[in-house]
C-alpha cells in the first residue's frame, strides 16, 4: 500500500499576501452606510465625474456602497438578492456604543428599531426632487388591530385552557 502523497504547500509564509488577499473587496460597513443615508445620501448620488471610478462615479448604490458602469447595470442590481439583504439589513437600527455599553450591564435593554428602507431613486427623479426616505417604522403594541395575530392568540389560550 503506497502512501497518500502530501500536497506541497506552494506559498509558506504568506500572510502578508493573504491580508492583501482579504480586504481587497471589502465594502463600507452597515453603520457606515447607516451614517451616509442619515446625512449625504443626496451627495454620493450626485457625485462629480471620477475618472478613476466605474463609470465616472455617476452610477453609485448608496446601500451597498458600489459603483456601476450605467445605469442598466444599476437598476439590475437593484432586483438582485444582494441588493435586497443589504436593505434587510439596514432594516434593522444599527448596532451603538450606547448599545454595548448596555449589553454590559451599564443600563437596560432597548430594542433596536425598525425602519422601512426603499431603494434609492433613479438618476431622473433625484434631479426632479426625490429623496432616500429612512423612516421609523410604529411598532405594534396592541395585537388585536389585525385579525390574524388574534387568531393565533385564540388559538394559543384554547390549547392552554385543555
Not at 457606515?32 to 465625474?49: A, F, K, M, P, W
Not at 459603483?67 to 437598476?75: H, R
Not at 433625484?126 to 410604529?138: D, L, N, S, Y
Request: one cysteine or more; aromatic letters at 6%; hydrophobic letters at 30%.
Amino acid at each position: 500500500m503506497g502512501m497518500v502523497t502530501k500536497r506541497k504547500k506552494m506559498h509558506y509564509g504568506d500572510t502578508h499576501l493573504q491580508r492583501r488577499w482579504r480586504v481587497r473587496n471589502r465594502r463600507r460597513d452597515l453603520d457606515q452606510i447607516d451614517d451616509d443615508l442619515q446625512t449625504r445620501s443626496g451627495e454620493l448620488i450626485n457625485q462629480n465625474v471620477d475618472l478613476d471610478k466605474p463609470g465616472f462615479a455617476q452610477f453609485y448604490c448608496v446601500h451597498c456602497a458600489k459603483y456601476f458602469i450605467d445605469d442598466t447595470a444599476m437598476q439590475a442590481h437593484f432586483r438582485t438578492k444582494v441588493h435586497k439583504r443589504r436593505l434587510k439589513a439596514l432594516e434593522i437600527e444599527p448596532y451603538s456604543i450606547e448599545e454595548a455599553e448596555r449589553a454590559a450591564g451599564r443600563g437596560s435593554f432597548v430594542k433596536p428599531k425598525k425602519r422601512a428602507m426603499e431603494t434609492q431613486p433613479s438618476k431622473e427623479d433625484v434631479v426632479a426632487g426625490k429623496r432616500i426616505r429612512v423612516e421609523v417604522v410604529p411598532e405594534d403594541t396592541d395585537a388585536t388591530d389585525s385579525p390574524l395575530t388574534s387568531k393565533t392568540k385564540r388559538k394559543k389560550m384554547e390549547k392552554m385552557e385543555t
